[in-house]
Nanobody, 129 residues
C-alpha cells in the first residue's frame, strides 16, 4: 500500500553535509495521512530514531545526538520527506531508513520504530574522519 524509496546517501568527510530524500508511493489514503520518521542502524547497533515529523510538518522531534545538526522536512505535494544532515560525524555512519505511520492525530510525531507501518530499504551514509 505504501512504498518508500530513500536516496541521497553516500560518502562524505566529517563536517560535511548530505540531504536524504524519501519518496513515497501510496495507493490508499494520502501522504499527508502519515507521520514520517528517519531511522538509522549502524553496524552492531540497534536501529534508532533520528528524526520524526508530523503529518502537517507542524511538529518535529530529534534524537539528542543530532539536535542542532539535522533537520527534517516534508513536501506533501511531492510525497517526499527529507533529512538534511549538517556537521556530519563518523558516528553518524549508518544505513538510514525512512518509515511511515498512519495516524489520526495531526500533530503526532513518531518517537520510535515500534508501530511504524511501512519501511524503506535504506540508504547508506558513510562519514570519514
Amino acid at each position: 500500500q505504501v512504498q518508500l524509496v530513500e536516496s541521497g546517501g553516500g560518502l562524505v568527510q566529517a563536517g560535511g553535509s548530505l540531504k536524504l530524500s524519501c519518496a513515497a508511493s501510496i495507493r490508499i489514503r494520502t501522504f499527508s495521512s502519515y507521520a514520517m520518521g528517519w531511522f538509522r542502524q549502524a553496524p552492531g547497533k540497534e536501529r534508532e530514531l533520528v528524526a520524526g515529523i508530523s503529518r502537517s510538518s507542524g511538529s518535529t522531534g530529534f534524537a539528542d545526538s543530532v539536535k542542532g545538526r539535522f533537520t527534517i522536512s516534508r513536501d506533501n505535494a511531492k510525497n517526499t520527506v527529507y533529512l538534511q544532515m549538517n556537521s556530519l560525524k563518523p558516528a553518524d555512519t549508518a544505513v538510514y531508513y525512512c518509515a511511515a505511520k498512519y495516524h489520526p492525530v495531526r500533530d503526532y510525531v513518531p518517537t520510535g520504530g515500534v508501530g511504524m507501518d511501512y519501511w524503506g530499504k535504506g540508504t547508506l551514509v558513510t562519514v570519514s574522519s
